[in-house]
């Protein structure tokens, strides 16, 4: 996310508190009530958007995750890439024999 539109989001939700704060007054509620239901408006959405930010970070779903995965995985097929077929061998006779002596 760049700054421009972590900006825009905040002004989106400034403006939307403001919004729900009007709209409760036009229903009828009173200048106390609507700042309260205003109020719990906003932080039930801001828990909501808490949770599903838990909820990415602890299944590692988050941006950074997954684009080092990728990243990782680009990495160890351009080394696999260059290897030779001989250094491939190798390196799979040097793994065939450590399963056999771990087992």
Do not use: C
Request: glycine content about 10%.
């Amino acid at each position: 996310m760049r700054r421009i539109d972590a900006i825009g989001i905040g002004f989106g939700v400034f403006i939307a508190g403001g919004l729900a704060y009007i709209g409760l007054q036009l229903v009828g509620l009173d200048n106390q009530q609507a700042g309260i239901w205003s109020q719990v408006l906003l932080v039930s959405g801001l828990l909501g958007w808490l949770a599903t930010y838990v909820v990415r970070a602890v299944g590692q779903k988050m941006t950074y995750h997954q684009q080092r995965e990728e990243y990782e995985e680009a990495f160890f097929q351009k080394r696999l890439d260059e290897l030779t077929p001989e250094e491939l061998a190798k390196i799979q006779a040097e793994i065939e024999q450590e399963k056999q002596t771990q087992a």
